[in-house]
């Protein structure tokens, strides 16, 4: 039993735990949400449970279970939600696991109704302990009913069960109750500690821990920004190296004092900041229970300090201010007037010469607002709070209305508590506040309808924005934008500038010249802005008002325009033409550097003088009649003349000329690109001289010349044409080369074409129509006229006929190919012999190395067949091997698969791209194939016809191997079979190697 009952104690334990690890971050109490609670009641739930198969044996006939202890624990920290879920839990579970009978029913709705009973318990205003008694009592007690209505026969047993039952339910309660508070404190424990040091880590105060001797052991992050240091820098040391030496005294003695002591101490010193400055800090200390650590927390007060010592000096010339004060300072008490200063009786009796003392307060309080006095006045005097500045109206001894602004905070006069209030008169404020508010609103209308977004930022922050400037950067609407720092919207390298242009306005408050930078908007997309910038005031406060013009546009047209402007300006300089820029008559306004390199004039040597002047005389006339065409037309006019250089030579130049007009139409001015043509000029003329030499050759050439233009019509065609093709020479010009090609060698010569357009020389062989429909052998010499590659160009094709010359070469073709095919074909079996084995062999396994895949070999032997010779002749052994030879050929399917004469009677078969398998598999077929030929063998040891032995071998080639392996394999394989019987097949596989 007690075994048992420590197993039930454990699991509750183990439950309990986990739970506590669960929601070790999520207090469990009354407050949580209901999934937290429905979470706890599953896990009640599940405790309930594993209580209720984990029973207890107080006898072998005799048990009882915990399962109420899960649902108590549920009811106390869950609450109601917890409590019936795990009650619901536990009622079915049982019903599940035992069966659904009347003890099951029972005990089910039992848990059920005690899960809604606890809830009950749980929502009452009672202490903790007191709900946890009322549960286990409750619960044992109905169990105990429902025991003993059960098993009343037997009263003996009923009392030994629930003695044992409320002795187990005390003992295990107890120790439930006890380990749940445990868990919970260990959570809240925890929780108190993360809360610590997130306090900790987020405090404006600078919270440390010391060792005993002082040394900083951990320090809060504010440390930076009150002493400047980094975390890093003062662990490990000691502050006593900080502190300003006047002050060590105090702090050894307040050392020793906390050391001493659990009691907190405070001490006021400075310490050294690490800008070398010392601050006030003030340090409240205890020492840790059971350590020897300090506990401090710090805060600066520096400002403190210098507000005491200002205090001091204040306090002197409190009296004398309160009197020459320019703000009504009364002190009164109990609603009457016991103290007041000069400017008090002057704004409340004017000329009058009564007196303040004694009067009530609320007589020179407007009547609406005497009851708000009233009210902040017993603020005052019961709370002890200051009431903060507001406007009233208040009631000059002569019955006067003024507008005032009134304050009050609690004072001490003469030993009694008092009510001090200030007030000063703002009549004249008001006035001048109702005119700002017409004035803003001129300004903000003015604003609403300016074409420029305008934007009021205070140096850093954005106080207002219009709606043009809300669409700019992209916000949704105005408080999207404002409240954001203004540097969120200027791009990062113009983050300095803009401060520095910030600082100076705010300085100056003179206006700022308009300047140019980058925008970034909310969406993350950069623009140029223009802006300038002005002092303003706005709700009181320094700002800056700048008004935004989006310039992104213009910039990239400035852009476009100074790069085309710079590419224009290379290419002016850089080109090897000439350009110049004229007037309407031929002056010269501009000049390119290449007039040098052309004409030999400097560009300064020309601007200015008239383009005409260096014209040679037979060409002036003809040129001024151009420069009026020029003029006169819209497009390009380009003609060619000559030029005196500075040498007084001529050069022949060619000018391409267009008139520029203004937009009105009118001429602007005459823009020509020269280039010197002179040596074109000159090879004109030799080419004229050469294609006289040309055509003689041509003529008494035996070789047929033609001339043909880019596509390959002909433009000229020699007197040979006559003689080969039987065409006369103007039956050629004008047609189409192609027209008279053989049509299977059209796509080479097109192929052809291409190459020599790429190159600029060909030789090509192929079949021209004669005349008669004949076709003839050609060989052509192609060349591209001057080696020019440019459209327009023209082919110079120089052919002949070499029929005769072909059709020897044919005939030796064919003789090669005979030989060929009978140094690699088996005389007798008309298969291909061993010589082309080796070179299909070596050529196979090369391409199977390149493409990764596999090569299969079959070797294959006839079984006994120098029997068969010695039984029946050589001559029938030659018809058998043509028989056999023939057979395994027509059992390959696929055309790379391939039959040799390996030698004598055997025969071997590479099969490309196959596997293992495949290769098993043809090797059956042609064994097969060859039993099916039923070729009588009478000496044979195998069958009474002819078989055959096949070994295969495959491999899949590396640069680690060679084909004499596979065949070394496929040999060894086919050994295998004939030691195995024969007639049959056998691949290669390393136990063949190893025998």
């Excluded at 404002?482 to 705010?506: A, Q």
Aim: aromatic share 10%; charged share 25%; hydrophobic share 40%.
């Amino acid at each position: 039993m007690y075994i048992d009952l420590l197993n039930n104690l454990a699991i509750t334990a183990a439950l309990l735990y986990i739970a506590g690890k669960f929601f070790q971050d999520r207090p469990l109490d009354l407050n949580v949400p209901v999934m937290t609670r429905i979470y706890a009641g599953l896990g009640a739930g599940i405790l309930g449970t594993l209580l209720m198969v984990s029973t207890i044996h107080v006898t072998d006939i005799v048990i009882v279970d915990l399962r109420h202890l899960a649902l108590v624990v549920a009811g106390i920290f869950g609450g109601p939600v917890s409590s019936i879920v795990s009650g619901m839990i536990i009622g079915v579970m049982r019903v599940l696991l035992y069966g659904a009978n009347a003890a099951s029913l029972t005990a089910g709705t039992v848990a059920i109704v005690m899960g809604i009973l606890f809830g009950f318990y749980s929502s009452r205003n009672i202490s903790k302990i007191v709900k946890y008694v009322l549960m286990n009592v409750s619960y044992v007690s109905i169990s105990s009913a429902v025991i003993y209505f059960f098993s009343k026969n037997d009263t003996g047993s009923i009392e030994f069960i629930l003695y044992n039952y409320w002795f187990i339910s005390l003992i295990a309660g107890i120790f439930t109750y006890f380990f749940a508070e445990y868990i919970k404190t260990s959570n809240e424990n925890h929780r108190s500690i993360m809360h610590y040091k997130m306090i900790a880590d987020n405090s404006m105060d600078l919270i440390s821990t010391h060792h005993a001797d002082g040394t900083f052991k951990y320090i809060s992050p504010s440390c930076r920004s009150i002493l400047g240091y980094e975390v890093a820098e003062l662990i490990g040391k000691n502050p006593y190296d900080y502190y300003l030496p006047d002050d060590l005294e105090k702090i050894k003695i307040s050392h020793e004092t906390i050391m001493s002591t659990p009691d907190n101490y405070s001490v006021q010193y400075r310490f050294l900041q690490k800008d070398g400055s010392y601050i006030w800090l003030e340090t409240t200390s205890r020492s840790m229970k059971d350590s020897q650590e300090l506990l401090c927390i710090t805060r600066d007060i520096t400002q403190r300090k210098l507000t005491e010592e200002a205090l001091k000096d204040s306090e002197k010339r409190y009296k004398q201010l309160v009197e020459q004060s320019p703000e009504g300072i009364i002190v009164h008490t109990q609603g009457k007037i016991v103290y007041h200063n000069t400017k008090a009786r002057e704004l409340l009796l004017g000329a009058q010469k009564d007196k303040l003392i004694g009067k009530p307060i609320l007589q020179f309080i407007h009547p609406d607002f005497r009851q708000i006095a009233q009210k902040r006045v017993n603020s005052i005097q019961e709370l002890g709070v200051n009431a903060d500045w507001i406007e009233e109206k208040l009631v000059r001894f002569d019955g006067e209305v003024f507008d005032a602004e009134v304050t009050g905070a609690p004072v001490t006069y003469l030993n009694q508590r008092a009510a001090q209030t200030i007030f000063r008169d703002i009549t004249n404020r008001k006035q001048i506040e109702n005119q700002i508010r017409e004035s803003e609103e001129r300004y903000r209308r003015l604003i609403v309808l300016s074409p420029d977004p305008i934007l009021i930022h205070d140096g850093h922050t954005i106080l207002f924005v219009s709606d043009k400037a809300t669409d700019l950067i992209g916000g949704a609407d105005y408080n999207e934008i404002v409240g954001k720092s203004i540097y969120e919207f200027i791009h990062p390298d113009y983050h300095e500038g803009m401060s520095n242009r910030i600082k100076h306005l705010f300085e100056t408050r003179q206006p700022l010249a308009t300047t140019e930078l980058k925008m970034r908007n909310l969406m993350g997309q950069i623009f140029d802005i223009e802006i300038s910038s002005d002092f303003t005031f706005y709700k009181g406060k320094n700002a800056s008002q700048v008004i935004i013009r989006n310039i992104t546009e213009r910039k990239r047209t400035e852009k476009a325009l100074k790069e085309s402007e710079e590419r224009y300006r290379f290419i002016t300089n850089n080109s090897s033409d000439m350009i110049t820029l004229m007037s309407a008559d031929g002056t010269n306004i501009f000049q390119s550097a290449a007039c040098k390199r052309l004409i030999g004039y400097e560009p300064e040597e020309l601007i200015g003088k008239s383009v005409f002047d260096k014209v040679h005389p037979e060409d002036l006339p003809t040129l001024t009649e151009l420069h009026f065409e020029v003029m006169n037309e819209l497009d390009v006019v380009t003609f060619s003349y000559r030029v005196r250089r500075k040498d007084g030579q001529y050069a022949w130049l060619e000018s391409t000329a267009r008139a520029l007009r203004n937009e009105d139409g009118t001429l602007h001015e005459i823009h020509a690109v020269s280039r010197d043509i002179t040596e074109r000029k000159k090879m004109e003329e030799v080419l004229k001289e050469s294609e006289e030499r040309f055509r003689l050759l041509a003529e008494y050439s035996s070789d047929m010349i033609t001339l043909h233009d880019a596509e390959g019509k002909y433009l000229y065609a020699s007197p040979a044409s006559k003689i080969i093709l039987q065409y006369e020479n103007e039956e050629l010009v004008g047609q189409d080369a192609y027209h008279f090609i053989h049509p299977e060698d059209q796509e080479i010569i097109k192929r052809h074409h291409q190459t020599l357009l790429e190159t600029g020389f060909i030789i090509s062989t192929y079949r021209m129509r004669r005349k008669d429909g004949e076709y003839i052998w050609f060989e052509s010499s192609i060349r591209v006229l001057h080696e020019t590659h440019l459209e327009g160009s023209k082919l110079i094709v120089v052919s002949r006929n070499i029929t005769e010359r072909k059709l020897t070469e044919q005939k030796l073709q064919e003789a090669n190919k005979l030989l060929q095919h009978l140094s690699t074909v088996d005389g007798l079996t008309g298969v291909r012999n061993r010589r082309s084995f080796d070179e299909m062999l070596e050529m196979e396994w090369n391409r199977a190395i390149r493409n990764s895949t596999s090569l299969s070999l079959i070797m294959i032997d006839i079984d006994h067949f120098k029997a068969y010779n010695d039984t029946y002749g050589h001559q029938a052994g030659d018809g058998c091997l043509k028989e056999v030879a023939q057979s395994v050929a027509d059992s390959l399917d696929r055309s790379g698969d391939t039959v040799f004469r390996y030698g004598g009677e055997e025969f071997g078969v590479i099969l490309p791209e196959t596997d293992v398998a495949g290769a098993i598999h043809v090797a059956e077929k042609i064994r097969v194939a060859i039993d099916a030929l039923n070729i009588p063998h009478s000496g044979s040891k195998v069958s009474d016809h002819v078989t055959i032995s096949l070994g295969t071998a495959t491999m899949v080639p590396t640069m680690y191997t060679s084909a004499n392996d596979l065949v070394e394999a496929a040999d060894r394989a086919l050994y295998q079979a004939k030691q195995e019987g024969r007639n049959r097949v056998r691949t290669y596989e390393r136990s063949i190697i190893s025998n």
